[in-house]
């Protein structure tokens, strides 16, 4: 038994900052990483971090706001939001003086650039908004918040996987982990604790999550009682290179690239006029699906192109090294010269763990919280980001509110005593994991997965339909009920990865679930949800958040919550 005043899980950006705000409150702080640290995914978020500093042309916070919520299809809760954009300047200036080493402007500021959907004067036009580190924003931020953490003095168990959560009469008090290594199982104790495991997009064929991306908090959290909100609002980036979905950050549009059919044509032009390729990416994802489908993919194929050739080899060199040396790796291209085939990739889950805007998990439409429970980043949703995420407000949500929670967490650890763990927490995990190694025969974890990306791909991507999504929610049970029976030929304890493998299945299979029956309740079209068969937004009907529970019998039930409207009424999303 291992015993802090507060457990991180999850070592990318929102985790660090979290417990960097707990360690400088001086509480005993431990994270938990089924990775070491500096490989979390935060560290492949690659071209900026918003902040409306003015550095390069007027910026107010005002516009940010707004910006984020049209971006979001009106679907964010505004209070957050009006925190996350006043309170993303300060958090630019801390990342800044932790020693965060940002591009500058000639005269020393820190320099700032164009990325989709950010505008002046309330969509007049584009806006120079996003911090950056040439194209590894995300990288330098996971670097420098791990050298705080190290400075700190905060305790990290590395490769230990979280399997379950430990409550006690309603109120968080520990976690089971799985210490790769040995094979061991360890309880840690904690008066509060952080659930930052990020999010799911390995549920999809194509996408541009990392192999760790698996939902494990959300799925842990879901078989736990607790509901996840907005699941039907998963985000397609438009630039993936093609049938690999590595991500070309949208870095490249915000200095210049732009988007071409197999004919040539700039087409953003035809969707969003004002910003064309700057547009939102839920817009652009849609209209490269449109051009493809009506013949105007590149080659008749099912891509189109990005074009950096206009560029000059010196921003390509200078401020998108990263994107340069992808597209020469991994299409043997160099985008000086050649043309980018690409399409849209899975890419980010604005659904997840309901919290409120301190990170306490909460249970109801009422936002009652769960004493001791939080959660931050990508496996949160304090809905900041709607029905739609705009490029660069994930780096500024997992420091804004990875820093809220960990301070909400050091004033809970100070007024609350501990709770007793019971000596049996790790039993029911302890059987789970000995079922599947003595299981002589069975199915294939790897094939099961396989045919839910495609599943997932097919009929819950950038368009559905109630038959398609009908058919997925078909697709799942029959792999649910083939994943009872999974086995793993590797009996061993040490690093054992086909059995964490095998477990992260079971989480993906729960977080796709409950993508589609949130998908499936949603008789409308609004953000990344985007319905053919129901294809308006409908404010009268659907302006409501989706809080999706999970019975003891695998039955579900779907409550609502009202989006927090305080100064931007919905109107017509225009570009």
């Known amino acids: 038994m291992h015993t802090f005043d507060a457990v991180v899980v999850g070592a990318g950006g929102a985790g660090l900052r979290a417990a960097v705000a707990l360690a400088r409150s001086g509480l005993r702080t431990a994270v938990l990483s089924k990775l070491y640290p500096t490989r979390s995914h935060t560290g492949t978020a690659q071209g900026g971090i918003a902040a409306p500093l003015g550095n390069v042309e007027e910026d107010q916070w005002e516009w940010y706001a707004f910006d984020t919520v049209k971006g979001g299809d009106y679907l964010g809760d505004q209070d957050a939001i009006e925190i996350l954009c006043r309170d993303s300047v300060e958090a630019i200036v801390e990342l800044e003086h932790m020693g965060l080493p940002f ?9 700032q650039r164009r990325f989709g959907g950010h505008t002046r004067e309330f969509g007049k036009a584009p806006v120079k908004r996003a911090c950056y580190a040439a194209d590894r924003t995300g990288h330098m931020i996971l670097q420098t918040l791990y050298q705080q953490c190290i400075k700190h003095d905060v305790n990290f168990f590395n490769e230990f996987q979280v399997l379950d959560l430990v409550a006690v009469d309603g109120r968080a008090a520990g976690v089971v982990a799985y210490e790769l290594a040995t094979g061991e199982l360890h309880t840690f104790a904690a008066k509060a ?19 760790s991306l698996t939902g494990d908090g959300l799925a842990i959290a879901w078989r ?12 397609f980036h438009p630039t993936g290179i093609y049938k690999m979905g590595i991500l070309l950050s949208e870095a490249a549009r915000g200095e210049g690239a732009v988007l071409r059919n197999g004919k040539g044509e700039r087409f953003m032009e035809r969707y969003a006029p004002t910003l064309i390729d700057l547009a939102p990416r839920d817009m652009v994802s849609r209209a490269m699906y449109l051009e493809i489908r009506e013949g105007r993919g590149a080659g008749g194929r099912d891509y189109v192109y990005l074009d950096f050739t206009h560029l000059g080899r010196d921003v390509l060199e200078k ?22 085939p690409i399409q849209p990739t899975a890419h980010y889950a604005m659904g997840g763990i309901p919290t409120d805007v301190d990170g306490r998990v909460v249970l109801d439409p009422e936002n009652t919280p769960m004493p001791g429970l939080y959660a931050a980043g990508e496996a949160a949703c304090v809905s900041v980001h709607g029905a739609n995420r705009l490029g ?3 780096l500024v949500d997992l420091v804004v509110f990875g820093k809220r929670a960990g301070l909400h967490m050091a004033q809970f650890a100070r007024e609350s005593d501990p709770v007793p763990v019971p000596a049996d927490a790790e039993k029911q995990v302890a059987a789970r994991l000995e079922s599947l190694r003595r299981r002589r025969e069975g199915e294939n974890a790897a094939a099961i997965r396989e045919a839910l990306q495609a599943t997932m791909m097919e009929h819950a991507s950038v368009f559905r339909t109630r038959q398609g999504l009908e058919k997925a929610r078909s697709h799942i049970a ?19 990865t086909e059995l964490l493998e095998a477990l992260e ?28 068969d129901f294809p308006n937004r409908d404010d009268a009907g659907w302006l409501k958040h989706t809080l999706l529970y999970r019975g003891d019998g695998g039955d579900h039930e779907i409550r609502y919550k009202p989006v927090v409207i305080t100064r931007f009424s919905p109107q017509e999303r225009k570009y």
């Open 505 to 532: 299945l079971g989480y993906l299979l729960d977080v796709a679930e409950a993508l589609v029956v949130s998908a499936l309740n949603r008789t409308e079209s609004r953000g990344a949800h985007w319905r053919e």
């Open 224 to 235: 736990r009682g607790i509901p996840l909100e907005d699941m039907e609002f998963f985000q």
């Open 103 to 111: 591009n500058r402007t000639p005269d020393g500021r820190i320099d």
């Open 193 to 211: 604790i952080l659930f930052a495991t990020g999010g799911f997009g390995r549920i999809f064929k194509v996408t541009s999550n990392a192999h």
């Open 478 to 496: 029959a792999l649910k009920e083939r994943y009872g029976r999974v086995r793993v030929a590797d009996p061993s304890r040490r690093y054992n």
């Open 392 to 394: 660069t407000n994930s």
């Open 319 to 340: 401020k998108l090294p990263d994107v340069t040396e992808f597209v020469r790796t991994y299409l043997g291209l160099d985008p000086a010269v050649d043309l980018v």
